[in-house]
């Protein structure tokens, strides 16, 4: 079976739609890449060549399409960096912008743009964000806002769409000079995390020019013609995330529903400068589905069949005649692909087609199977079987993470690793899953999430039975929040696991507060607890206090880097595992950090979890520890 994957993701189109950047994973940390559509370069390419190593996250070209962008994390950290370089392929500048060094440690959030300017979030060690923009060409930054949890959205032409809340409780506030707007109604519970602001009743178009002064637009006696326009996703006022407009004025702010749909959440959406065009991005129980919206008119397109199961990462041309976007599926590897809004036709980017092991019996007609609590919640979950040729050697659990993050049928080396060496997965969305309607978000928030736990032993109970698996053959894995899962569930429900794994989890909701990034922890109390307030449900909570019930043998894996989930949180629960005797493996990723991006490490993890899981579901000895894997 082949083991390379390549797979190219995060496009941002150039606004005459000319050219494009991506981000590709084939080797080492993922980089950047800058192709050309059109013109004299027509089909070459370039590496966005950057002074630092490290993953880069995200690339975006300025509105006038002379800049690119780049978020890096230097070293495979968690911690990251802005650096700019202009769209020239022959020009090899590249500058860091963000002003953060070594005398001022924090993190840089790449946002967008601002007509010329980078909009940008720069956190410092005490965890307050700065809201701001910083012009490329002479590194001048301004600050829009400075707030604990406030998280710069958009920006335009004086105006800003800030975010703050905790998760789970999003708010957006618009901001002009000492001006603060509330856009919505007060809704606790609800998420209003993205928007885009459109006008000032000026065609948006003005992005490409100077910024604007829309001071008159918030004080009495400017004209009763003055506001702003901004498009925003919520589920404020309902279960599922929707589109609405909001118009605010010096008289107040009203707004209306623009798209929505029963029982599905609209999962992304992008807006053309122009304003001619939305295209949006629905969530139907994990699957995709992509609509264009005519603003102009408010029409609706048909559904464009996509040409993957998951569909994400938008961009669109300044004038909508082009968008982008990320497919994939359990069969193929993440890749860009472009479609004509207008004509409907799809244009595959990368001509060399995205490889990968797969999914040998995934069928793109699979629908997600139904498990239903012990206390009767219903709960989606995807399974991926083994070529029906082989013996199924045992089954996993696979956890993801966040917990506001979901199962969903796109493309996974891991699983792919596993079903070909003939274990079964299970990815179920248990209750806290992201992607169902706020009310499941929202139902393993503090002692709930006991409840959330009892939902892993009945996906055992499930594959048992429908005779999907050997109850002595089932074990349980899981990635950040999904690793803290499966080292609960290993606890409270010993009994029904022959192995786990753990990455980049959470042994310890105490320890991970004290240690974890300071902004990570303020954003955390409403969803696990308070760790002074809640401090009991904490420790009833965190594996560590229970690990006397922890039997299974238990490979824990981190990479070294990570600093929104330490390493110390692996080292606690390897420590007290070695010393109550039990079989626990330690892999250790040195040059690498929460999201284990660099492909090498990929490979050697998606191998090791195979062969540890083969090991247990055989009952051979275990290696107590694997040691450590990296370059650091």
């Known amino acids: 079976m082949a083991q390379h994957v390549r797979a190219i993701y995060g496009a941002s189109l150039s606004p005459d739609a000319t050219a494009f950047a991506h981000l590709i994973d084939d080797g080492g940390y993922p980089r950047a890449v800058q192709r050309f559509l059109r013109g004299r370069r027509a089909s070459s390419s370039r590496d966005v060549v950057l002074p630092v190593e490290g993953p880069v996250s995200r690339v975006i070209h300025s509105a006038d399409g002379q800049w690119l962008a780049c978020e890096v994390a230097p070293s495979g950290g968690t911690r990251t960096e802005i650096w700019v370089v202009t769209t020239d392929p022959d020009d090899r500048m590249a500058l860091r912008i963000d002003g953060i060094d070594d005398e001022h440690d ?95 009743h000026h065609p948006r178009r003005i992005r490409y020019g100077p910024d604007r002064d829309l001071t008159k637009l918030y004080y009495p006696g400017t004209g009763a013609n003055g506001y702003v326009r901004a498009l925003i996703r919520s589920d404020n006022g309902c279960e599922y995330a929707r589109l609405l407009e909001v118009t605010a004025t010096h008289d107040g702010v009203s707004y209306c529903v623009v798209a929505e749909r029963p029982n599905c959440e609209l999962d992304a959406f992008a807006v053309s400068d122009d304003l001619s065009t939305v295209v949006l991005l629905w969530n139907m129980q994990g699957r995709s589905e992509l609509q264009i919206l005519q603003y102009a008119d408010n029409t609706l397109t048909d559904p464009i069949p996509l040409p ?59 629908r997600p199977e139904t498990i239903t609590a012990r206390d009767g919640l219903s709960l989606n979950a995807w399974l991926y079987r083994p070529p029906a040729a082989e013996a199924v050697k045992g089954a996993v659990v696979y956890l993801h993470g966040g917990p506001e993050g979901q199962a969903r049928p796109g493309y996974s080396e891991i699983f792919a690793r596993l079903v070909n060496d003939g274990i079964l997965v299970l990815a179920p969305n248990v209750r806290g899953s992201g992607g169902l309607g706020r009310t499941f978000m929202h139902a393993d928030d503090k002692e709930k999430r006991f409840a959330a736990i009892d939902d892993v032993a009945d996906c055992v109970r499930f594959l048992v039975d429908n005779g999907l698996a050997d109850p002595r053959r089932i074990a349980c894995a899981g990635w950040s ?50 760790p002074v307030s809640d401090r009991e449900l904490l420790e009833h909570l965190s594996p560590l206090h229970r690990v006397d019930a922890l039997t299974a043998p238990l490979l824990v894996v981190h990479g070294a880097k990570d600093t929104n989930v330490p390493m110390s949180q692996s080292e606690q629960i390897v420590d007290a595992l070695r010393k109550a005797g039990r079989r626990v493996g330690y892999l250790v990723f040195s040059d690498d950090g929460h999201g284990i991006a660099k492909r090498e490490n990929r490979v050697t993890l998606a191998a090791s979890m195979s062969q540890w899981l083969t090991a247990a579901f055989d009952a051979d000895d275990l290696s107590p520890v694997l040691g450590d894997v990296g370059n650091g």
């Open 308 to 366: 993957g199961l998951v569909a994400g990462e938008l961009s669109i041309s300044a004038g909508g005649s082009m968008i982008a976007m990320t497919v994939e599926g359990p069969a193929a590897p993440r890749t860009v692909e472009l479609v004509d809004p207008r004509s409907r036709r799809w244009e595959l980017i990368d001509r060399e087609p995205s490889q990968g092991p797969v999914v040998p019996g995934f069928s793109a007609a699979t």
């Open 481 to 530: 929040y999904g690793g803290y899962l499966t080292m609960a569930a290993l606890t409270f429900h010993p009994a029904l696991f022959a192995a786990g794994i753990s990455i980049c989890g959470m042994s310890d909701l105490g320890t991970f507060y004290r240690h974890t990034e300071p902004w990570i922890a303020a954003a955390a109390y409403p969803k696990y607890g308070h």
């Open 106 to 200: 924090g993190t840089a959030e790449l946002v967008g743009w601002d007509g010329g300017r980078v909009a940008a979030i720069l956190t410092g060690e005490d965890g307050v964000g700065q809201s701001c923009l910083i012009d490329p060409a002479d590194g001048c930054c301004t600050v829009l806002d400075r707030r604990s949890g406030g998280r710069l959205v958009d920006a335009w032409a004086g105006a800003a769409l800030i975010r703050v809340g905790p998760r789970g409780y999003h708010e957006l506030i618009m901001l002009h000079g000492p001006t603060e707007i509330a856009l919505l109604p007060s809704d606790p519970g609800s998420t209003t995390a993205d928007g885009v602001i459109l006008d000032d």
